[in-house]
């Protein structure tokens, strides 16, 4: 799945860069501001609480960005939030919201060429996967990483 995919994604780069992550910050679920709101909440009131939270959709991250504020924290002072895609309106966001983004111009033209190609064939062509690179849009979301030890709790 689209969801699945961008946490593999999160995954492997985190591990190119020997970071780690706790698997009791992972979550999935829709891709529905008010399921990524409750899912936040939940991550957010733990007495050790992540320092950021990624997720796989700007709708998503409207969600987290809510729960955030309900809960008086600080993006990014307390919380840092990034998300993959984007949605319209998003870049009004304060603060800006840290984001990846999808060539949509290119996968239009792609899928028309697949769709037109398709049609001159007379049938359906060979399935295929067609991977395309998104950009990082860089937004005021994200806090600069700060070492922390065992003992010492994110800052509140």
Do not use: K, W
């Not at 992972?26 to 997720?55: H, K, M, N």
């Not at 983004?101 to 049938?123: C, F, K």
């Not at 060979?126 to 070492?147: H, I, K, T």
Request: proline share 8%; with cysteine.
């Amino acid at each position: 799945t689209t969801g699945r995919g961008r946490l593999d994604g999160m995954l492997a780069a985190m591990r190119s860069r020997g970071l780690t992550l706790e698997s009791r910050y992972i979550r999935s679920g829709e891709f529905r501001e008010d399921a990524a709101y409750s899912v936040a909440r939940s991550l957010l009131e733990q007495p050790a609480r992540p320092t950021a939270l990624y997720v796989a959709s700007g709708l998503m991250a409207l969600g987290v960005m809510r729960a955030v504020a309900d809960l008086g924290l600080r993006c990014p002072g307390d919380i840092s939030i990034a998300s993959t895609d984007t949605i319209p309106g998003i870049g009004g966001l304060r603060p800006r919201l840290t984001r990846t983004e999808h060539p949509l111009v290119d996968m239009t033209n792609e899928a028309v060429r697949l769709l037109v190609d398709q049609i001159r064939r007379g049938g359906p062509a060979e399935p295929r996967n067609v991977v395309f690179q998104p950009s990082l849009v860089v937004g005021d979301s994200c806090a600069p990483v700060v070492a922390q030890t065992a003992a010492s709790p994110p800052s509140s």
